[in-house]
């Protein structure tokens, strides 16, 4: 996984997931039903769960999908952002609770550190990559200073490093 230093610019009662999630390759939306598994969605699945089980060729053999997806199910929506549910028919069916972002530049992100502008002292020792400024993503270019020289001393600035794959 790649990562990337980031500087955010938080204004009064901004949240800082809410000036991250439209740059997430997932994006929320509201939950509801998708395609039909297809069987080869459903070995796939299963080849990902074999990485979990010991050499135990039996096991692994015997591993059906409905078994495996209550097993692993979790750990793989959490890895992938896929979802799959039995609809009322009882057919496997994706619960869809993310869109892809074209846009995007993040799998996953944390906090590094949180500072007003007051405590910042000098912005040229900052080394980042990227900013978010009111509302935009913006590569640096020739340093810190020049995108937060004007900001008011109560401004917070978050350090955060985000992943992708």
Known sequence: MSKGTLLLVV?????????MAP???RLPVPEHWGEVVT???MEQFIEYCKAFMPDSGSAEEAMDFEGAYEEFGQSFEDETG??????DSGIWRQWVKYEMNPGGFWDEWSIEWERSMKEIGDPEELRHEFIIKDGSWLAI???VSKYV????DETRLV???FRWA
Do not use: A, T, Y
């Open 82 to 87: 896929q979802c799959f549910k039995k609809d």
């Open 149 to 152: 020289k004007d900001l008011p």
């Open 11 to 19: 204004r009064d009662h901004e949240r800082i997931e809410n000036l």
């Open 141 to 143: 270019e020739g340093g």
């Open 159 to 161: 350090s955060i490093v």
């Open 39 to 41: 069987e080869d969605e």
């Open 23 to 25: 740059w997430g390759w």
